[in-house]
């Protein structure tokens, strides 16, 4: 199976990958237009990214593009609906960054708390200040809320029960009773988690239902002085409006993502958040470690040898979890040559849209089941023609 890696991964993950009996094409620099060419040109099956945008534009140029896969937990920088019209696989690597960014989300509440960046760039100036840096207010005891309990979140809770911190969560499957396992408060809302909280972190999924998710109200709801922290994405933040309230709250954040950011490893950077004093910031690493990005690589390479081996996707992001399909045809039948065309050719004929079917067959390979889930007028009379083809056993019709 030919595979396209755009982005940087480890040499042992090529190896895995080769013996597996793939064709690496290895071109980790590709973006844009060089990566439509390039799909168009190499013919892959599967393309692997990490920070690279994949587009329509690159899927269509490859018609023979299986498999995407996004070497990180976010998948927004590939055009998933794109993929799903053009029967695309797209599957991520999600948790294996968890700790990376955990571990960032901790080091930013604390330089927070502790004013460490200003303390290097004060003495390094040649300035001391003992007395204006001793005034910390110290994290035990203090409410930390965590917005977002997938892998990331929970490991920030985990660190953060070490740090002595009571912790209040809220997400949108988080119910009272898991929030009582995982040893935190639950909060019904966003703004009800800004309202309890001393510091408050983001750990939620970019999509349209987040877009925008710490907005006026949300900042208006935090305590005056507050801290706030993204590590995610910089879509689930109202920046103007976070703007507003450092300086109108004195809330101070730790931002490692910002929106318009530069795509690349490198280059000039200007963003007004960037810029204010009561921000503290990272280069968009939250998941930039060696040990978070050999786990991510590895959990690409088994992703492609299992499909490579099964046909089968893990960790699939655009499988549909519920078709259109409005009835289901059983039908058991001899297990011969011809027995299931000549059923599809009936279901063609009555313009029944098949979009779920599993055939299982029984011990000794003599008869089957198939099981056909179909969006369609009920028509009994479809029914007594496949009925009444030879080697079929039974059939049933139901609405479901």
């Not at 490991?155 to 995982?182: C, F, G, N, Q, Y």
């Not at 098949?354 to 028509?379: K, L, P, S, T, W």
Request: a negative charge.
């Amino acid at each position: 199976m030919n595979v396209l890696l755009a982005d940087a991964l480890s040499e042992s993950v090529v190896a895995r990958l080769v013996a597996a009996g793939c064709t690496i094409e290895n071109r980790p620099t590709l973006k844009g237009d060089e990566l439509t060419v390039a799909l168009a040109e190499l013919k892959p099956k599967v393309l692997v990214v990490r920070s690279t945008k994949v587009t329509e534009a690159d899927m269509s140029a490859a018609p023979s593009l299986e498999l995407i896969v996004r070497a990180g937990a976010g998948y927004d920088t590939i055009d998933v609906s794109a993929a799903s019209g053009l029967g695309i696989f797209v599957a991520n690597c999600p948790g294996k960054n968890a700790c990376a960014v955990a571990e960032l989300t901790i080091g930013l509440l604390l330089a927070l708390d502790r004013s460490i960046p200003d303390n290097v760039s004060m003495a390094r100036a040649g300035q001391w200040n003992k007395a204006g840096f001793s005034e910390a207010q110290g994290l035990k005891g203090r409410t930390l809320g965590v917005i977002g309990t997938g892998n990331i979140g929970r490991e920030v809770i985990r660190r953060a029960k070490a740090l002595d911190m009571d912790i209040v969560a809220w997400s949108r499957s988080l119910t009272p009773a898991a929030a009582a396992e995982l040893g935190v408060r639950h909060a019904a809302s966003p703004a009800e988690v800004a309202r309890q909280s001393d510091a408050v972190t983001l750990h939620v999924a970019s999509a349209a239902g987040t877009a925008g998710l710490a907005d006026r109200d949300f900042f208006a709801a935090m305590r005056p002085g507050a801290f706030f922290i993204n590590t995610t994405r910089a879509s689930v933040v109202d920046e103007a409006a976070l703007l507003e309230a450092m300086e109108t709250k004195g809330i101070r954040a730790g931002l490692d993502v910002f929106s318009n950011e530069p795509a690349g490893k490198g280059g000039p950077f200007e963003h007004p958040l960037a810029a204010h004093p009561s921000v503290y910031l990272t280069h968009h690493i939250g998941a930039s470690t060696e040990q978070a990005q050999e786990a991510i690589a590895m959990e690409a390479a088994r992703i492609i040898v299992s499909y490579v081996a099964t046909g089968e996707v893990a960790n699939c992001v655009n499988l549909a979890t519920k078709t259109p399909a409005t009835h289901q045809l059983t039908v058991r039948h001899l297990d011969k040559v011809g027995v299931l065309a000549r059923v599809f050719n009936e279901i063609s004929v009555a313009n029944w849209n098949v979009h779920e079917m599993e055939n299982v067959v029984f011990e000794e390979a003599r008869a089957a089941c198939a099981y056909i889930r179909f969006d369609g007028f009920q028509d009994n009379s479809v029914v007594d023609r496949i009925a009444s083809q030879p080697d079929i056993l039974a059939v049933s019709l139901i609405e479901l």
